[in-house]
């Protein structure tokens, strides 16, 4: 069994990317972030006509997270308990669509049913605004909720973009982040991060694909990509029982080529 997460930036505007990837990689599941689209836009036709089952969270034109399987869907989640409202500008709160979990492998695979989240943290945008913050509370939020029943046998997934870097490897130039005062390598945000380690969760790419320049995201100003200037912010956490039987991970950075690519590319896992 073959799962995926890809934040494709726009599903509608990348659909045929999509629909490609699929054909050609032959993954079971795949989660996906920046839908950015509502329900009613979503091309819920398009997975069908391919075998998938979908799960879909948009309620605007921005963020949308994604759940397409076609090796069971069940008990979705839209959101997660504990999910910390976000309003600015006047704006009234509201629980963001960042996240949604469903249990996959209740049908036709030999693997053992396990809960995935497909995830869209926050960007925290800069280490002064309120959305970093913010971030920091849907981490800790996040963290209670996934941590709380872990035990031995606990099957679970967290994929999709973190937009973390949580070792100084997973950037391009360290220096330039540190000097510049970004975000995604400041030590809150890696705390946050290692706090998912630490409760026993295994990153299941990092060992088989480790850095430096295994990124998985290249901004589409100034060349990054063609340079090689990325980060490495899409991750697949796996509790230990499952990441027990993973026997293969690799980041897909042949799908960022061509014309009109997401700013992120797949990374891959796969069962036996």
Known sequence: MKFATWNVN?????????????????????????????????????????????????????????????VGLDDVEYGFAGQPEFGKNGVDPEVEARAISATVGTKNTDVEPFRLYSLYVPNGRSLEDEHMEYKLRFLDALHNHVTEDLTDTTRV?????????????????????????LTHVSEPERAAFRAFEDSGLVDVVRPRHPG???????????????????????????????????????????ARKGPGPSDHVPVVAELG
């Open 10 to 70: 726009s599903l509608r505007a990348r659909a045929d990317r999509v629909e490609d990837w699929l054909d050609e990689t032959d993954a079971d599941v795949l989660t996906i972030q920046e839908t950015k689209c509502r329900d009613e836009n979503f091309p819920w036709g398009m997975f069908e006509m391919m075998g998938y089952q979908v799960a879909h969270f948009g309620i605007s034109q921005w963020n949308g997270v994604a759940i397409a399987s076609r």
């Open 157 to 181: 997934a967290l994929t999709g973009d973190w937009n973390i870097a949580p070792y100084d490897e997973d950037v391009w130039d360290m220096e330039f982040f540190l000097n510049n005062g």
């Open 212 to 254: 430096p320049e295994t990124y998985t995201y290249w901004d589409y100003q100034r060349l990054r990509f063609p340079k090689n200037q990325g980060m490495r912010i899409d991750f697949i956490l796996a509790s230990q029982h499952l990441a027990n039987d993973v026997t293969d991970a690799w980041i897909d950075r042949e």
